[in-house]
């Protein structure tokens, strides 16, 4: 069982860092169908607190926490997207969160994490930080959640 579960996501690596190298139009790059029929496992926080109590459900449930520090105007933000979005159809037994940095009732969570550039992406387990990257690089969050992520978690 573990074994077809670290082949699935092996090949989930590949079709993802498939995504990211150059092709011929970079602008016309299709995702991997694989998964496309769950639906978007992205929560968007409305608040200091839902932060908070999201974290600590994570922490309670043994999960990673994947936080996409966000902003409407920012157009790179807007290309990552649906990046994070796939990763979270990848990964159903991580927490994706997004936090809008220009949003006043998460001001507090943006501080707490030193949000400088938009998009960062910061990686929590047990309740703290063990990873984190600034701009929209789908590389190198992939590589940080299968790092961190617990191996005894079947996806």
């Known amino acids: 069982m573990l074994r077809q579960c670290l082949r699935r996501q092996l090949t989930e690596v590949a079709a993802f860092r498939n995504l990211l190298a150059p092709s011929e139009s970079r602008f016309h790059r299709t995702f991997p169908q694989q998964g496309s029929d769950c639906e978007d496992r992205v929560i968007d926080l409305q608040s200091d607190e839902e932060y908070k109590r999201r974290i600590h459900d994570a922490q309670a449930l043994n999960q990673l926490a994947v936080i996409d520090f966000t902003a409407k105007w920012c157009g790179p933000c807007k290309v990552f997207a649906p990046m994070y979005q796939k990763l979270s159809k990848m990964h159903s037994?991580?927490?994706?969160?997004?936090?809008?940095?220009d949003s006043e009732k998460l001001q507090e969570t943006s501080l707490e994490h030193?949000?400088?550039?938009?998009?960062?992406?910061?990686?929590?387990?047990?309740?703290?930080?063990?990873?984190?990257?600034?701009?929209?690089?789908?590389?190198?969050?992939?590589?940080?959640?299968?790092?961190?992520?617990?191996?005894?978690?079947?996806?």
């Open 114 to 155: 030193g949000i400088a550039a938009v998009p960062t992406i910061v990686v929590m387990k047990d309740g703290k930080s063990v990873a984190r990257v600034q701009g929209a690089d789908g590389g190198a969050v992939l590589d940080a959640i299968m790092r961190y992520k617990p191996s005894t978690t079947a996806d």
């Open 93 to 101: 037994d991580v927490a994706f969160l997004k936090v809008d940095i």
